[in-house]
């Protein structure tokens, strides 16, 4: 007889949605805001006799990883854990989950941590999403060693991913795009002046982006100053008014504009004005708004740079394009990593039917000896006990180093430890005291 | 390939030391030269983290290579172009080695590499030391002389090289081209600095290699100035230095120095190569 635990290869499993199988709101419905995932963590690891668990909830997704040997119970539970916790009509929203188990479920983490499951492709956000909620876990108690060294996989996999193939090179977003070109033109930020033009929606991203990438002076020009005000006050620029405009561009490195403007605020003759204020320095100007802000004759200057929407557009689509390449070097990474844990986890799985098989030899052996030797003088019986022993060991030798060489041989290695544990009965109760004696490994 | 007398006696095994380095060289700069290139075309993890070791240890050897020379030779092992050519390649290694220590960026070995490459296997096939050179190469002025003159010219080569690169990136960005260029060249500006900051230095060195020079000729070869090398040396100094006027006075910038610089590496090379072949200079050591 064999039970789930020992014909899965791996007892674990992930039930989750994500932006391919669920709409914006129903993604929205089932995320975990921080603080509540440690205690639903502990109700799943309670619900599943102390399984390993693990949660991911960002916009994109949310999974829910967990280790039981009884993986249907354990799916079963999860899902209606997951449905009560969040009020979800399992009618209604049941299509709305996918659920991989064994190594397809390794496989889904290895490659979320990778990049290669995000909507972003190859985000690099994702990967430190999974750190936190690894942290989240260890501090929950919800993981145990399988759990531990599964994470600490995946996450290895996502650095290599990242180190080894160029699946997160790149901009994906108009305003990292934006912020990436100033960087290839000016290298370091921290001795720039940048100004950010119109304090709008984007303008306040890009002004957050440039801030977080270290840019030494921040200069927010906005139509309205209460608005740029407050911009700068918050990522610590400086706010100058519209008609400041001039003295802005003679200081600055780069601008990037995304004002509401219906006509250019910046003109050729204002930039060749800007240049010969600055010397002829290297300038960038980055026009994301629509209609534009810079007059497109502006490019013709000598050492002025200018890229506008279309621009950064075709430069978005290249990375998207560069990163679509990388995605077989990805899977393959993935599926070393993946074959390394599994290999693992077989090794570990060994041990204990090594353990098993000598436990269970033992109390044949002990029977035999107990029925066998109690006519026996003290010497005999522990000459007897010796030869028994010895021979034990003899016949042990083969199956422990044929068990050890199974588990490290993945699928097929396990199905080999699964014959040896029908071959010698492991999973059937301990022989009766009054066995056929023919079947008998004991001392006649 | 060097060629060296075996001396009997104890400078044998040197001798086959500095053969077989000679040899060895050449190489393992087209080695090197070959991770660089899968290092900018493929990005390749493995030629990325090998090539700047291997650049490394290629370069100890060309030191040691140069040291054994020398003291075979009893003299600095640069009295002949094909030798000076060795000490070029060796002095351009070893800037590519800093600038990409400095910048962290490894893609430039695509140019340097090659170049460097291609100096040492036209120097290991060609020099021949064993010819006699001029006693005049005695005076310690002489090596300072020599010495700020090749570091002068592999510095400009650098600044023509970083000038090239610079005026790629230039044109990508304006024309919106986000390729290979865009990903693996360092920024723009980085460039920019690494052209200006190069003649700078060459110039400098120049400045030093044409008064020191001066200072030895004078006593040595009293018709000094009768040598097109000098005129072509001072000519070099006035293009360079004439870049840095206009930099200084007419706001010149980014692809204008790019170009001058480019401008004066070409000069030099061509004039070089030319008064070698036309005139007879006393700036050839052989006897």
């Known amino acids: 007889m064999t039970t789930a635990t020992h014909m899965d290869p791996l007892a674990m499993l992930v039930i989750g949605t994500n932006h391919r199988q669920a709409p914006l709101d129903f993604r929205e419905k089932l995320a975990f805001v921080p603080d509540e995932v440690p205690g639903f963590l502990l109700r799943v690891r309670t619900a599943l006799d102390n399984g390993d668990v693990f949660m991911l909830s960002t916009c994109n997704r949310t999974e829910l990883y967990a280790m039981h040997p009884d993986l249907d119970g354990a799916a079963s539970r999860v899902r209606d854990l997951l449905l009560e916790y969040k009020a979800i009509d399992p009618d209604r929203d049941a299509q709305k989950f996918y659920e991989y188990r064994g190594r397809s479920a390794v496989e889904q983490l290895f490659r979320v941590a990778a ?73 370091d930020f921290s001795s720039r002046t940048a100004v950010v033009l119109g304090a709008g929606e984007t303008g306040a991203l890009v002004a957050r982006h440039l801030r977080e990438h270290g840019i030494g002076h921040l200069l927010i020009v906005n139509r309205t100053p209460e608005r740029a005000q407050r911009l700068a006050a918050e990522l610590r620029g400086e706010a100058l008014a519209l008609a400041e405009l001039d003295r802005a561009l003679a200081a600055a490195d780069f601008v990037i504009s995304s004002t509401a403007s219906p006509q250019p605020l910046i003109d050729v003759g204002r930039v060749r004005h800007a240049m010969r204020a600055r010397q002829q320095r290297t300038f960038l100007l980055v026009d994301i708004g629509v209609p534009r802000d810079v007059e497109p004759a502006v490019r013709a200057i000598d050492n002025v ?71 026996l003088a003290p010497e005999q019986r522990a000459a007897v006990e010796q030869v028994t022993r010895s021979l034990l060991n003899k016949l042990l030798h083969r199956p422990t180093h044929f068990l050890r060489e199974a588990s490290a041989q993945g699928e097929s290695g396990l199905r080999r430890i699964e014959v040896a544990r029908e071959l010698f009965g492991l999973d059937q109760q301990p022989p009766s005291d009054d066995p056929d004696p023919d079947d008998s490994p004991g001392v006649r | 390939m060097v060629q060296i007398a075996p001396d009997p006696g104890e400078s044998f095994p040197m001798h086959w030391a500095i053969r077989f380095a000679a040899t060895l060289l050449p190489i393992l700069y087209g080695l090197v030269s070959l991770a660089y290139v899968l290092t900018f075309f493929r990005n390749d993890p493995v030629a990325r983290r090998v090539a700047p070791r291997a650049l490394s240890t290629t370069l100890g050897l060309h030191v040691l290579y140069l040291g054994l020379l020398g003291l075979e030779l009893r003299r600095i092992p640069i009295a002949t172009s094909f030798e000076s050519l060795s000490a070029l390649a060796l002095a351009l290694g070893i800037a590519y080695l800093v600038q990409e220590r400095r910048s962290g960026t490894p893609y430039t070995g695509l140019v340097f590499i090659p170049l460097v490459f291609l100096c040492q296997t036209v120097s290991s096939a060609f020099a021949n030391p064993a010819v006699e050179v001029s006693p005049l190469l005695q005076s310690p002025l002489f090596g300072l002389h020599i010495a700020t003159a090749l570091l002068g010219y592999a510095a400009f080569a650098v600044s023509a090289i970083f000038g090239v690169l610079y005026v790629l990136l230039y044109h990508s960005l304006k024309g919106d081209r986000f390729g290979i260029i865009y990903e693996r060249l360092p920024p723009l500006e980085v460039l920019g600095g690494m052209n200006l900051r190069a003649a700078g ?5 120049l400045t030093l290699a044409i008064l020191v020079g001066a200072l030895w000729s004078v006593q040595v070869v009293p018709r000094f100035w009768t040598d097109p090398k000098v005129w072509l040396s001072l000519m070099a100094w006035v293009v360079y230095a004439a870049c840095f006027v206009f930099r200084w006075a007419r706001g010149w910038r980014g692809t204008r120095i790019a170009y001058f610089t480019i401008f004066g590496w070409l000069l030099i090379v061509f004039t070089m190569l030319a008064a070698n072949r036309l005139f007879r200079s006393f700036h050839d050591f052989r006897l």
């Open chain 1, 305 to 375: 740079f200018l890229h506008d929407v279309d621009g950064l557009q075709i430069m978005t689509q290249q990375t998207l394009a560069r990163r679509r390449r990388e995605v077989p070097k990805v899977e393959r990474i993935v599926s070393q990593e993946v074959q390394h844990f599994i290999d693992w986890y077989h090794g570990m799985r060994a041990a204990p039917v090594i353990k098993e098989l000598r436990g269970h030899l033992e109390l044949l052996r002990d029977q035999e000896m107990e029925r066998h030797t109690s006519h």
């Open chain 2, 201 to 205: 230095f060459g110039l400098v060195c």
């Open chain 1, 115 to 187: 990049g290669v499951d995000s909507q972003a492709l190859g985000e690099v956000q994702i990967l430190q999403q999974v750190k936190d909620a690894y942290e989240v876990s260890l501090q929950a108690n919800a993981l145990g060693v399988v759990g531990e060294r599964l994470l600490a996989a995946a996450i290895r996999c996502g650095k290599r991913a990242r180190a080894e193939t160029a699946i997160s090179a790149g901009a994906m977003s108009i305003g990292f795009a934006a912020v990436s070109l100033a960087h290839k033109v000016f290298g």
